[in-house]
């Protein structure tokens, strides 16, 4: 403060003004470094961001690639198989027999796809998605995880009615003590008993329910799948090259 009064009261403005502006000037140069150190930080941040976003992406496309769409035509080969048995051709022998049994049970099996989602889940909770400066990307993401998000319940929904209603139902009603056990010193069961399964209605609605979920899932993931390549390419494009 005294460095300010000597000069005006001797009347020196000009070094008072001096002083101003080396004042100002580094304060503003203090400002500007923090500002630029800030800015540098929260890029490098949103690089590793983009980089963990391509990751968990990346990891959706494997399980896709790996085991949803062959657990689908998996299902969707199998119940075409089991629509092939009529009660002139059902399965005769125990190896026939068991071979039946376990396509019933790999038809039933319905494997929802859950997104992997640590990245975003981070970014949200310490509100470091606004570090993404694409703001389209941002809105893409959230697009993305929201969507998969709400139809959760309808895969649950689909996978209770299948697998309740259909695969243990048909397992658990089957006579067959030889098909979960070893064939040594058994004998087949009567025919009679899978012509009983084959002409249930029950059966029947069950393998049309098993086709009707397996082409919806593969519809709507194979749309999921295109959504997440898409994310893949357009986040490699914000990921700095040096």
């Known amino acids: 403060m005294q460095r300010i009064i000597d000069p005006v009261r001797q009347g020196r403005y ?74 002139g051709n059902v399965p005769e022998t125990l190896q026939e027999q068991r071979a039946f049994v376990d396509s019933i049970s790999m038809a039933g099996y319905m494997n929802t796809f859950n997104p992997r989602r640590i990245a975003m889940d981070d970014m949200l909770a310490t509100g470091n998605l606004r570090l993404i400066s694409n703001k389209q990307l941002r809105f893409t993401l959230l697009e993305y995880y929201d969507s998969i998000e709400k139809w959760q319940p309808y895969d649950d929904w689909a996978r209770k009615l299948i697998w309740e209603n259909f695969r243990n139902e048909f397992t658990g009603f089957i006579p067959l003590d030889a098909v979960h056990m070893s064939a040594e010193g058994r004998s087949a069961t009567p025919r009679d008993s899978f012509v009983e399964i084959v002409n249930n209605e029950t059966f029947q609605r069950g393998l049309l329910n098993v086709r009707f979920m397996a082409g919806w899932q593969q519809q709507r993931y194979e749309a999921i799948y295109e959504e997440a390549n898409e994310l893949v390419n357009a986040i490699e494009e914000e990921i700095p090259t040096s």
């Open 14 to 87: 000009g070094t008072l003004f001096l002083e101003l502006v080396v004042v100002v000037l580094g304060i503003l140069l203090a400002l500007g470094f923090d500002q630029w150190r800030q800015e540098r930080e929260e890029a490098v941040l949103e690089t590793e961001y983009l980089l963990a976003l391509r990751a968990d992406l990346n990891e959706d496309l494997r399980i896709f690639d790996e085991r949803i769409f062959p657990e689908i035509e998996m299902r969707l080969k199998v119940s075409a198989h089991l629509r092939s048995f009529t009660p």
